[in-house]
T-cell receptor
Framework: GESVGLHLPTLSVQEGDNSIINCAYS??????FIWYKQESGKGPQFIID?????DKRQGQRVTVLLNKTVKHLSLQIAATQPGDSAVYFC??????????FGAGTILRVKS | GAVVSQHPSWVICKSGTSVKIECRSL??????MFWYRQFPKQSLMLMAT?????????EQGVEKDKFLINHASLTLSTLTVTSAHPEDSSFYIC????????????FGPGTRLTVL
């Protein structure tokens, strides 16, 4: 449901450091997971995805790790840049291609 | 590729009026489109799923008579907020899945609705 006054967790990192954003998902039957980046006033932007038959997937400066045992997903961003500042959401693909989004994490990059 | 547009990007309307939001897939054909709502500092919540040429499927708690969805072609879906009230003020985002894709959703830029 929707909560009034909900505050998103914030991760502050120094420019150049690595960032790790975590997410717990709910459905053990979910087989497809996606990380999105959302800048203020814009729609979600696809970052990277992973299917349940994998534990790790790498992209350009980003890595997604999937731990199905504890239903945990993480996004690692290498050499974080100011342009990476945004809200990051994980999403699990439920039945019928419905996406259930996590609560989101604000990433702030300090120069 | 895989670009989705929304129009308008923002709209302000008076309470009791209806507002139509368009979602277009510009470079692919979307057999399925989704509509989400996002309140400030919150996550995206799925409102409904629409398949081209058929009725939309609404999530629990979403009033189908208030949020009218039409998916008349493979490149256009519309969301009409009828008799809008201030509590309908939100960020509405659509996404589409292409004909040749099984599950990758491409999102539009969103529409900010403010009801006075």
């Amino acid at each position: 449901g929707e909560s009034v006054g909900l505050h998103l967790p914030t991760l502050s990192v120094q420019e150049g450091d690595n960032s790790i954003i975590n997410c717990a998902y709910s459905n053990s039957a979910s087989d497809y997971f996606i990380w999105y980046k959302q800048e203020s006033g814009k729609g979600p932007q696809f970052i990277i995805d992973i299917r349940s038959n994998m534990d790790k997937r790498q992209g350009q400066r980003v890595t997604v790790l999937l731990n199905k045992t504890v239903k945990h997903l993480s996004l690692q961003i290498a050499a974080t840049q100011p342009g990476d500042s945004a809200v990051y959401f994980c999403a699990e693909n439920m039945w019928g291609n419905k996406l259930v989004f996590g609560a989101g994490t604000i990433l702030r990059v300090k120069s | 590729g895989a670009v989705v547009s929304q129009h308008p990007s923002w709209v302000i309307c008076k309470s009791g009026t209806s507002v139509k939001i368009e979602c277009r897939s510009l470079d692919f054909q979307a057999t399925t489109m989704f509509w989400y709502r996002q309140f400030p500092k919150q996550s995206l919540m799925l409102m409904a799923t629409s398949n081209e040429g058929s009725k939309a499927t609404y999530e629990q708690g979403v009033e189908k008579d208030k949020f009218l969805i039409n998916h008349a072609s493979l490149t256009l879906s519309t969301l009409t907020v009828t008799s809008a009230h201030p509590e309908d003020s939100s960020f509405y985002i659509c996404s589409g899945i292409g004909v040749h894709s099984t599950d990758t959703q491409y999102f539009g830029p969103g529409t900010r609705l403010t009801v006075l």
